[in-house]
């Protein structure tokens, strides 16, 4: 059986990856933005969180929200999708041994930054 990969057959998914990254991809895509709404939802329920928590959130909720089942790094990769449109604020980029993200509503980024600088004139005030 010869399959053959369209230039144009999906964009999730390199023109060198295997005919099962292919049909994954594909079916991904039926969930994706259903995933990728539940994800702008769960951050009207917290402050901030990491992909992570995300995930677990995700996991936890998704069989009383009717949301549907996804890989489980998913959420944390909408999340990075939903930073990478301007949705989401990034918090903490991550660095040395926990390069994890921290995201939240931009909202709630303006106020935590407001909140840092303004404990630190205070800081440099005493």
């Known amino acids: 059986m010869t399959t053959t990969i369209l230039p144009d057959d999906t964009a999730r998914t390199r023109r060198t990856d295997p005919v099962t990254s292919h049909i994954a991809g594909d079916r991904s895509q039926q969930t994706i933005k259903a995933v990728r709404a539940a994800v702008a939802w769960l951050f009207t329920q917290v402050t901030s969180t990491t992909g992570s928590e995300l995930n677990e959130m995700y996991r936890i909720l998704r ?5 549907p ?10 999340a990075g999708e939903l930073y990478a449109d301007g949705e989401l604020a990034l918090i903490d980029g991550g660095h040395g041994r926990n390069p994890e993200r921290t995201f939240s509503l931009p909202t709630v980024a303006t106020a935590a930054i407001a909140k840092h600088f303004a404990n630190e004139r205070i800081r440099n005030d005493e």
Do not use: M
């Open 63 to 67: 069989a009383e929200q009717g949301w």
């Open 69 to 78: 089942e996804c890989h489980f790094d998913s959420p944390r990769k909408r």
